[in-house]
């Protein structure tokens, strides 16, 4: 409750939610004018004419990659300071002294930006289904809702992995700065052939993949994502656990 209260209260909620709203909404209607605004270049024309006309899979790969860009960014910046900055201000060494354990309060921050980044994609999703339903046509309701639910396991590696960071440093900085090279070790083996397919990359591509029939699956990325949460959070309240606050 302290979390989520916190999260409201300094608008942190707000801007998670406002803005996966907003390139829910948008990522059909750029899908849709895309070769419309390739007119608006000098020359664009002919392109816009080679341009195939767009489709509902051009809205999900659109939506697929903005909500996956900005959730990576939006985990860096909302879990870099989650822990580091209440041990910078020594807010932290307060609470523990309730008594309250170390590894229920890195729990509780972990759930509440969880729940945060669940409610941005719900709003988000019923947006992005309701402007592609208005643009191309309707989707199959499951397959979106599995889609999401991939994205938010995706998004959750990246909060895990930072708060990782933030528990085993002082500094929002390094935290930031950690939690980005996270991000680029995990983008980089995600596209290598073979082991790609059991990185969280691979998920986005399985829900794309069932949005346009392809029986396609990929349980092991969602094992290994799952998998590197849980190992983050253990390696966190590990190392939290052995600091003097």
Known sequence: ??????????????????????????????????????????????LALIIPRPT??????????????????????????????????????LITVKPMPRGTIL????????????VALLLSAA????????????????????????LWLFVMVYVAVTLLASALTRSQVAAGGLGFAAMVILSVAGSLPRIGEYFPGQLLTWGAARLTGAPSASWPAVVVSAGIIVGSLLLAWIGLERQEL
Not at 17 to 33: D, R, T
Not at 71 to 89: F, H, I, N
Not at 129 to 141: E, I, K, N, P, R
């Open 1 to 46: 409750r302290k979390e989520l209260l916190e999260q409201w209260r300094t608008m942190r909620l707000l801007i998670v939610v406002a803005v996966f709203f907003v390139f829910g909404l948008a990522s059909p209607l750029l899908a849709k004018l895309t070769p419309e605004m390739m007119k608006l270049v000098p020359g664009g024309e002919l």
């Open 56 to 93: 509902i899979a051009d809205a999900v790969a659109q939506y697929i990659k903005n909500l996956s860009q900005f959730g990576v960014l939006l985990a860096l910046l909302m879990a870099m300071g989650a822990v580091a900055q209440e041990k910078d201000k020594g807010t932290l060494a």
């Open 107 to 118: 729990l509780a921050k972990f759930l509440a930006l969880a729940a945060s980044f669940a």
């Open 127 to 150: 947006a992005g289904y309701y402007y592609t339903w208005v643009l191309f046509g309707a989707m199959d309701l499951a397959t979106w809702g599995l889609l999401n639910g991939l």
